[in-house]
């Protein structure tokens, strides 16, 4: 006999994998998907990169892309998309990739298209062949996931991104990927020694960073209220100090929360609190250690400058970092811009906590080497502000 599991047990947050290209959980995004979506929409479909941190949502998002292309025939007519994830088909050979495509692609053809091609195909020149005879009639569209894996592959050497690119931007070709990845194409193409094949600049980057304010009060409420879940007035308030509009954070706050309010789970509310500080710890340490030591240094000075009454003198080592640096950050979703003064704060009042405890990286990054022996004093402000810190809190809870 089978056990139903109630609805009162169903925790809508638990999901801290890739959502589904349909799931009600994908919150916000329509900047972003509009942005790739118009772009795919051209009479010759342009080729994007989604960038972003890990657990930031950029799976998903490309998930509900393809989704959209896949099962809006409406909007989306003689449209194939073919998604594949790079994890998934590993350190494959090129002619392997060309069939697997191949193969996805001939599927969504029209059953009397499909009858007139062949079942298989040996490699990129009978792949290219079929695109072209095929793109009088149907547009194609090759999501990739995990792209950093494949620009890894041994196998995948300049010629076959320089096959992919001639398919990319090709007027004969009705073809575009999709990309989803952590660092910027031409970045990957460079560290992978793949720069020449400049597969790189036929694309056009989407940064998917923090949810915009609307979005992300959604995503902390409805689910509840869906559910008939009330929880504390409060509620709010901590899952921004907590998670700030980081999707990924809100989700494993709000959780918690569910889980305690759906089934009256005995846990006092400051005994939740640092059970979650304790489940987050892990991933923002992770985060951490992504990024490059500029990150970290621009990340140190922002948060030093929240502590040290003379912040004009700390803000003029801030601006000797590239404007890339905090601009990517931004673009990220690691720093935010404060909608009263401008200035730029960490994303979460908790990740801010933890900063001054997270050590740098031990190589000077490059901005500062230029700078000579002011990297010393630099790094030697941030100890000096850290120590401060430390120290003010003793005093504070003595």
Known sequence: MSIAISDRFANPYSCRTTLPGNSKMLYGRQRELSEVEIRLAAERPQNCALVGDRRIGKSSLLHRLWWR?????????????????????????????????????????????????????????????????????????????????????????????ISLRALGQGPQYRLAFVTCSKSTLDRLCQDKHIKSSHFWNIFSTTWVGLLDEEPANQLMTEPFNQAGVYPPVDHQERVNRLAGRHPFFIQMVCEEIFNKFSLMVPLKLSELEWKLRLSIRPHLEYLWEEQTLEEQTAIKLLH????????????????????DITDELLARGILTEDTTTGDLQLFSQLFNGFVQDLPLKQEPPSWMK?????????IEEIERLVKLAGDAKKLLRA
């Open 69 to 161: 292309c896949r099962y809006d025939t409406e909007r989306w007519p003689q449209t194939i998309p073919i998604f594949m994830d790079a994890e998934e088909i590993g350190s494959i050979k090129p002619e392997k990739f060309f069939r697997f495509v191949y193969k996805e692609a001939r599927a969504l053809l029209d059953p009397e298209d499909a009858s007139s091609v062949p079942e298989t195909v040996e490699g990129f020149e009978e792949f290219r062949d079929f695109v072209a005879d095929q793109s009088p009639k149907y547009r194609f569209i090759i999501f990739i996931d995990e792209f950093e894996v494949m620009a890894d592959n041994k196998h995948f050497g300049n010629d076959f991104f």
């Open 370 to 378: 230029k700078v000579g022996n002011r990297y010393a004093s630099v």
């Open 304 to 323: 030093a400058i929240r502590l040290e009454p003379q912040k004009e003198r700390l803000k003029s080592k801030l601006q000797d970092l590239s404007r």
